[in-house]
Antibody
């Protein structure tokens, strides 16, 4: 069974940094692009970032470009999201999701999410 | 990139059908056949129900169907069941290696 599990969410002050992790299992990790999608409390989904299977191609939403960095370790089946210069509007549950065939947008499966709260 | 437009809510009685629209532009929905639909129950992660406009992943009931015309995609749930009550989000490839989601629709089974 394909599974994803996020971790690393926390309460952080505005301007601070945080690194999220996502552990994958049940599929050949290096064959797939991976994505981060977030959901602010009570709001809709927002695509944040993606990374190709080999880790050489990375993509970002305009709202996080220059502040967030996505990376992966195929030897550990892990994908990461380094978040710097955090703002209140970055408060959200962050999900990682596997892209079945880039860029067709079939995100499957998703992890359970990890909550990031940016507040003083 | 602006969110795709969905109606905030939709409802139907058990056994009836409900259709949710998802309106974008020629740069996203209208430009690619890469529209997906996700179901999200409260406190849970989203689950893909439709991908590439009208394809159903294995395990998704055939009561769920998708279509597209121009810049508007649609999800139809036929034979509504209580467990279909959830939030539904569309998404589309928006070019330049970006994706955009819809604003979400809360489906209520009366």
């Amino acid at each position: 069974e394909e599974q994803l599990a996020e971790s690393g969410g926390a309460l952080v002050q505005p301007g601070g940094s945080l690194r999220l992790s996502c552990a994958a299992s049940g599929f050949t990790f290096s064959n797939y692009a991976m994505n981060w999608v977030r959901q602010a409390p009570g709001k809709g989904l927002e695509w944040v970032s993606a990374i190709g299977g080999r880790g050489t191609s990375t993509y970002y939403a305009d709202s996080v470009k220059g502040r967030f960095t996505i990376s992966r370790d195929n030897s550990m089946n892990m994908v990461y999201l380094q978040m710097n210069t955090l703002r209140a509007e970055d408060t959200a549950v962050y999900y990682c999701a596997k892209e079945v065939q880039w860029p067709r947008g079939r995100f499957d499966p998703w992890g359970q999410g990890t909550l990031v709260t940016v507040s003083s | 990139q602006s969110a795709l437009t969905q109606p905030p809510s939709a409802s139907g009685s058990p056994g009836q059908s409900v259709t949710i629209s998802c309106t974008g532009t020629s740069s996203d929905v209208g430009g690619y056949n890469y529209v997906s639909w996700y179901q999200q129950h409260p406190g849970k992660a989203p689950k893909v129900m439709i991908y590439e406009v009208s394809k159903r992943p294995s395990g998704v009931p055939d009561r769920f169907s998708g279509s597209k015309s121009g810049n508007t995609a649609s999800l139809t749930v036929s034979g509504l069941q209580a467990e279909d009550e959830a939030d539904y989000y569309c998404s589309s490839y928006a070019g330049s290696n970006n994706f955009v989601f819809g604003s979400g629709t809360k489906v209520t089974v009366l």
